[in-house]
């Protein structure tokens, strides 16, 4: 009986702490293996840039005619209308 509320915690701790989480980031890594040449895309540290080339773990970004090569797990989301915009 006394390990009734132990239990309980877990569970709860399981159910709002590490299955979002788990589901967070089963969907990120679906969003980057989608990902494919052309796409527009911001890096975890702010860079933005266009795939030009993807490999098995690495993605070649081009940065305003340079271009870098990135890990496929660096990618933070869609880089949308603002890459290319000039003010």
């Not at 701790?13 to 527009?40: S, V």
């Not at 895309?41 to 970004?61: A, C, D, P, S, Y």
């Amino acid at each position: 009986m006394s390990f009734l509320p132990l239990i309980l915690i877990i569970v709860v701790f399981y159910l709002f702490f590490i299955r979002p989480q788990m589901k967070k980031t089963k969907e990120q890594k679906k969003y980057r293996e989608a990902l494919k040449k052309g796409d527009k895309v911001v890096t975890i540290g702010g860079i933005h840039g266009k795939i030009v080339e993807v490999k098995e773990t690495t993605f070649v970004l081009d940065i305003n005619a340079a271009k870098i090569t990135v890990e496929k797990s660096a990618i933070a989301g869609e880089g949308g209308a603002q890459i290319g915009e000039q003010k």
